[in-house]
């Protein structure tokens, strides 16, 4: 893959410059000044001295401490203050993205690049800045781009009023949000062109340490929301006022949330309910109260308990990373970054490229989120999956059917590809695509004679044998994909397809968003050892 460095087109924003601030800043008063970081986990007080190396230095009775500008945000009259910061790139939106992984993207992609960043905190609240320099911050800037982090929404307002280059989101664009961009002449912005998924995240659902609740059903979390269940000890919990903690409206987080816990009847907000300002603020809330509950982000959790939900088919969901990229956890989202179609610039497309590449996983993984890599699981006969197949409640030729896969199945561990298509299409989803490459790299490095199995798997409408042929189908589908994708780079690799229909579930198929998660093709592999 090929980048090219940034362009000199650059855009003016209001906030902290960089290259000012590797100078000594005008003459300030000595005076006092707060140094905050987001996290709530740094709050000093001090006498302000300079600002050097990109690093605050206050004196305080500890003597002066020295504190990095891309932990804390500057609040007092003393602070430096600089203006028209210039930025090649402006990337705004979700504070999930912003926040939690982007400082550590930037610093990724200097590193891929062979250069050095620096990450600046700008003075405003959710707001940094990174700046590149080649030959490992020896040579010529590369260019400088600017997180501003709030909520989703804002990342496809400004790409629509064109403020931002690349909008974050902790959602899929909506479709009244897509149309706006489309006509205003962005393109089509579910495209591979315009749509990139970086990571997967789940959202977990936290108590306080000390709640002595480990489990809650689906049905139970959605009465808890709906303000119906108010008390601990109604979900087997000790006697005590439950206090939920929300996000705001227009927070990717929060819709996302009550889109799958909810769907299309999302209740009005319960009079009990506290708003937290992002994820950090939702955990230090969390943490702070033993009869809170909230939900947070993967990387967020910071110490609170995370909950295990059971859906009202009985099957146990845990955010773990498999059931992550599987997309089989319930509160499982991605997360994008989306562009315009009409104004990208090589600088913004280098960038793009280098987020949603195999380099950036491990960058990914350390911000706490789940990457697109992938991970490979065994099929005990111990298992949740294992267990479904043994149901004696089924009919003979079912049962069968049941058996067969279960004697197949444990010969082969599962990887976390899964290939899901369009509702009334025979095109794989934008997910799919990725896949087939990230499944082509990962098999190319499979010693000869490792066997593949894709395995296809409906939900339960319509007839079993129907179900059992179309399921048949697609996974050969799948497999044709795969060769064409691949060519002869998997020669020594044997392929094969088969399709077991609406057996084995891995969700609900009372809603349509379990219906769309049953409707899959998984990858099973054996190694040439066994």
Not at 45 to 54: A, C, L, Q
Not at 66 to 91: M, W
Not at 168 to 188: V, Y
């Amino acid at each position: 893959m090929t980048f090219k460095v940034p362009g000199k087109t650059r855009n003016m924003v209001s906030g902290f410059a960089l290259c000012a601030a590797m100078m000594a800043p005008a003459a300030v008063n000595a005076a006092e000044v707060t140094l905050k970081s987001a996290d709530g986990t740094v709050n000093l007080v001090g006498e302000f001295i300079e600002f050097t190396d990109n690093n605050y230095v206050i004196r305080t009775g500890l003597g002066d401490l020295r504190i990095s500008a891309s932990r804390v945000r500057c609040e007092g009259d003393a602070c430096p203050d600089f203006s028209a910061v210039e930025a090649d790139v402006i990337i705004a939106g979700s504070d999930t993205v912003g926040l939690g992984v982007m400082p550590l993207l930037m610093s990724g992609y200097a590193a891929f690049l062979e250069a050095e960043a620096t990450v600046t905190s700008t003075g405003t609240e959710g707001e940094i800045i990174a700046e590149l320099v080649g030959d490992e911050g020896f040579g010529d800037p590369l260019g400088s781009y600017l997180v501003n982090s709030t909520g989703s929404s804002d990342a496809f307002r400004k790409l629509l009023d064109q403020s931002a280059q690349i909008g974050m989101a902790s959602r899929r664009i909506r479709p009244d949000e897509a149309r706006a961009l489309r006509d205003d002449g962005a393109g089509n912005m579910i495209s591979p062109a315009n749509e990139h998924i970086i990571a997967v995240d789940s959202l977990v659902v936290i108590t306080h340490p000390d709640n002595p609740v480990d489990t809650l059903s689906t049905d139970q979390l959605r009465g808890i929301y709906a303000g119906e269940i108010t008390n601990w000890s109604e979900v087997g919990g000790n006697d005590g006022p439950i206090l939920l903690i929300g996000r705001s409206e227009g927070s990717g987080t929060r819709g996302v949330f009550e889109d799958r816990l909810f769907g299309d009847d999302v209740p009005s907000t319960p009079g009990n309910k506290s708003i937290a300002t992002d994820n950090n603020d939702m955990a230090a809330q969390v943490n702070a109260d033993p009869n809170a509950i909230g939900y947070v982000g993967y990387a967020f959790q910071r110490g609170a308990k995370a909950m295990t939900l059971i859906n009202e088919c009985g099957l146990t969901m845990e955010p773990t990373p498999f059931s992550a990229r599987t997309e089989e956890y319930a509160l499982q989202r991605f997360l994008y970054l989306y562009n315009r179609e009409d104004t990208t610039d090589q600088a913004t497309a280098d960038f793009l490229d280098y987020v949603i590449s195999e380099e950036a996983d491990e960058v990914i993984a350390k911000a706490g989120f789940i990457d697109l890599g992938i991970d490979r699981q065994a099929q005990p006969l111990d298992g949740q999956r294992a267990a479904q197949l043994l149901d004696p409640n089924v009919d003979d030729y079912e049962g069968g059917i049941m058996r067969g896969m279960l004697s197949e199945m444990v010969n082969y561990d599962r990887l976390t590809s899964t290939f899901r298509f369009r509702t009334g299409s025979s095109k794989l989803d934008p997910r799919g695509l990725l896949n087939l490459e990230r499944l082509a790299d990962y098999l190319e490095d499979e010693p000869e004679g490792t066997k593949v199995l894709f395995v296809g798997f409906t939900d339960s409408v319509g007839a079993f044998d129907s179900n059992r042929e179309l399921s048949i189908g697609r996974a050969n589908q799948v497999l044709e994909a795969m060769q064409d994708f691949a060519g002869d780079r998997l020669t020594g690799i044997e392929m094969a397809a088969t399709g077991y229909g609406e057996i084995a579930p891995s969700a609900c198929n009372t809603s349509e968003t379990g219906q769309r998660i049953n409707r899959r093709v998984e990858v099973w592999i054996q190694s040439a050892n066994g």
